[in-house]
């Protein structure tokens, strides 16, 4: 049954478009680092392009900003059967935990590590084309692109999947998945912020329980000579070792749990959907039982339909006033926009403080700072609520209801717009807001809002 689970999910995979796509984006990235010159963590300098250190750079990061998809392939994979609703049927059979989780999870792995291949592809193919600067290019040596990419992409991977994979078999939602991506990840960026500006010399304990690996990395490498770092791989010692080693763990722990508080029984999954709709339901006959009995016979008003453009610009209103809505009153929603401040305080508390120079924290410095460190989670809100505006009704079944109403399609789609572009402009003013307040906090108040 292990083999069945794991052909099939695989088949699946490699069957959709998205994993094709999903395997592009780190094949350019590192395709672009390697072959131009202003692209991509390694600047300008003496340091190979293609030499160990620059690519174990390079895999570094792009793992770490990739974390999203490694939740994209992982999440999924386990929430399909409960989004299709097939589980009941499928756990009638006699399956075995270790068939069903096991396979699912070896499938998902296979499939990741198959995406981040791009990146030692895409690099090795950067390094042959024709206008890449040959001085900054050493000769292809296929175990430098090797040995970073399990050393650092395969493990990551592992641990990372393992603890996606484990969240998503116990919640069952994949939301949640997505927010626990973005919750890790932030709360890894606020770590990195406050390491990198202390500057202390000492870093051997942020290092070994660094879960993405760069400030290990720089830990490592950061008295290394421009000699070693063309020719020198990462060894298997010290920090790096015990770096790797913890979080290894920490993936087999995660898949430990998955397997022990997974229920593999549908009357238990069923009975714990049907007992939270069972809840709601007696909280809407306790509200019912309070309100006076209802009146029938009344007859109704009549109403005379008008749908012209004055009724079209009314629909465009409510209907992104509703979206609006929608977003703002979700969990996750709350929970990204708190990671989101959170880190831009940080931010704003370190502005100007880099390498033991210190400014005065004017606006314009402070806005200038949280407004960058804040682009990547107004980029992640609008990438996770566009595709949720876009099929809320089929998630939720309403489709067929949706597209028999009077609203014009154009009317539609630019309320879905709007509304997410309300998002935006509410959480920019939000992080405007944390600008002046790192000042104030700072204790500088003369504020230049002109």
Avoid at 13 to 34: E, H, K, Q, W
Avoid at 401 to 420: E, G, N, Q, T
Wanted: glycine letters at 8%; hydrophobic letters at 55%; aromatic letters at 16%.
């Amino acid at each position: 049954m292990f083999k069945d689970f794991f052909l099939f999910e695989l088949k699946l995979r490699f069957r959709s478009i998205s994993t094709y796509v999903f395997f592009l984006m780190p094949f350019l990235i590192a395709f672009f680092a390697v072959s131009t010159s202003d692209f991509g963590p390694i600047g300008a300098g003496k340091v190979f392009k293609n030499g160990p250190f620059a690519l174990t750079t390079i895999f570094l990061q792009l793992t770490a900003f990739g974390s999203i998809l490694i939740a994209a392939i992982f999440g999924p994979s386990i929430l399909r059967d409960f989004q299709e609703d097939t589980y009941q049927l499928l756990f009638t059979k006699p399956i075995s935990k270790l068939a069903y989780l096991g396979g699912r999870w070896a499938a998902s792995f296979v499939t990741t590590v198959w995406v981040f291949s791009g990146l030692v592809w895409g690099a090795m193919a950067g390094a042959f084309m024709p206008w890449a600067d040959r001085t900054r290019l050493a000769p292809i040596h296929f175990w430098w692109y090797l040995q970073p990419f399990l050393s650092v992409t395969v493990v990551q991977i592992f641990f990372l999947g393992s603890l996606f994979f484990c969240v998503a078999a116990l919640t069952r939602r994949i939301v949640v998945v997505y927010l626990q991506g973005v919750a890790l990840f932030a709360l890894y960026l606020i770590g990195l912020v406050s390491v990198i500006a202390t500057n202390k010399l000492e870093r051997f304990w942020p290092s070994v329980f660094d879960s993405l690996g760069l400030i290990m990395f720089q830990n490592v490498t950061r008295y290394w000579t421009v000699v070693e770092r063309n020719t020198q791989l990462v060894k298997w010692s010290g920090e790096f070792l015990y770096n790797r080693v913890v979080w290894t763990g920490v993936g087999f722990l995660a898949l430990l749990a998955a397997f022990a508080l997974f229920p593999m029984s549908a009357e238990v999954l069923g009975s714990r959907r049907s007992s939270k709709h069972a809840k709601e339901a007696r909280e809407e006959e306790a509200a019912e039982s309070g309100r006076p009995p209802r009146r029938f016979g009344v007859e109704l008003p009549r109403v005379t339909q008008v749908f012209g453009s004055a009724t079209t610009w009314k629909q465009l209103i409510s209907m992104t006033r509703l979206r609006f809505f929608n977003i703002v009153h979700e969990v996750p929603f709350w929970a990204i926009a708190l990671i989101m401040i959170v880190f831009v305080l940080v931010s704003g508390h370190f502005a100007g403080r880099s390498n033991g120079v210190e400014v005065w924290p004017v606006t314009y410095l402070m806005v200038s700072v949280v407004s960058g460190q804040s682009g990547l989670f107004l980029i992640i809100i609008g990438a996770l609520y566009a595709g949720e505006l876009i099929w809320r009704e089929r998630d939720v079944r309403f489709e067929q209801i949706h597209d028999s109403l009077p609203l014009r399609d154009w009317a539609d789609f630019v309320s879905k717009f709007l509304a997410l572009t309300l998002v935006e402009t509410v959480l920019a003013s939000v992080v405007l807001v944390c600008g002046l307040l790192s000042q104030a906090m700072e204790g500088y108040f003369r504020f230049e809002l002109g």
